[in-house]
């Protein structure tokens, strides 16, 4: 099996080490954190394909943080949404959705701070993560952005991994395949 895949995104290449997560799958590992300039040059790109009416920028920890960040930066957003993976004793009345993410290989949680889930009730929200590979991740946070009261007017991400290459719903960079073994 070859031991690295080529990505390229937005003119920048880099050399994703190509992983087994299970017994019947291998995955080439994107770690957008630490990583400045592609955090940087993604999100000069995903905000081109975004729409104009969005309220709030929504993702869930951890490497979608640094691109919200970017992008919250360049629409001169004063503050974006982090649905968390553990509840914060700061945290009040969380709201939460389950999740199977393909990279952790086992069910984990997201929380929404209840202070947020004021923040962006009746707002218009785009939710974006670094990759969207099963969506699994994708649709907990659509769950829990519907339950405070937000419209999701765009789900995007950097990648869209294996079958989400396929999907007309979300707004994508570039495809990543999966590597069966
Ligand atoms: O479409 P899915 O199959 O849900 O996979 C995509 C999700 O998996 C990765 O997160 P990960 O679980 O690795 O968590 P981390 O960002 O906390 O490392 C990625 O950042 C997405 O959030």
């Known amino acids: 099996m ?4 080529e990505l390229k995104v937005a003119g920048l ?3 994703l080490p190509i992983i087994q997560v299970a017994d019947d799958l291998a995955i080439a590992s994107f770690v957008l954190l630490g990583d ?4 940087t040059v993604a999100a000069s790109e995903i905000v081109k394909r975004l729409p104009e009416n969005i309220d709030f920028l929504v993702t869930a920890e951890a490497k979608g943080i640094p691109l919200l960040q970017e992008l919250a930066r360049i629409k001169g957003f004063k503050s974006y ?3 968390r993976k553990s509840v914060k004793s700061y945290m009040e009345s969380p709201l939460e959705a389950s999740v199977f993410s393909i990279t952790t290989q086992k069910e984990q949680t997201l929380y929404l701070d209840g202070h947020d889930v004021e923040l962006i009730k009746d707002k218009k929200v785009a939710i974006i993560d670094d990759v969207i590979s099963t969506g699994e991740s994708l649709q907990a946070l659509v769950n829990l952005v519907e339950k ?3 419209k999701v007017v765009v789900k995007a991400a950097i990648l869209a991994e294996g079958d989400a290459a396929k ?3 979300i707004v994508f960079l570039e495809e990543l395949p999966l590597f069966p073994l």
């Open 2 to 5: 070859k031991k690295h895949y």
């Open 13 to 15: 290449t880099r050399n």
């Open 36 to 39: 400045a300039e592609m955090t």
């Open 81 to 83: 949404i982090v649905a």
């Open 148 to 150: 405070a009261g937000a």
């Open 167 to 169: 999907r007309e719903d």
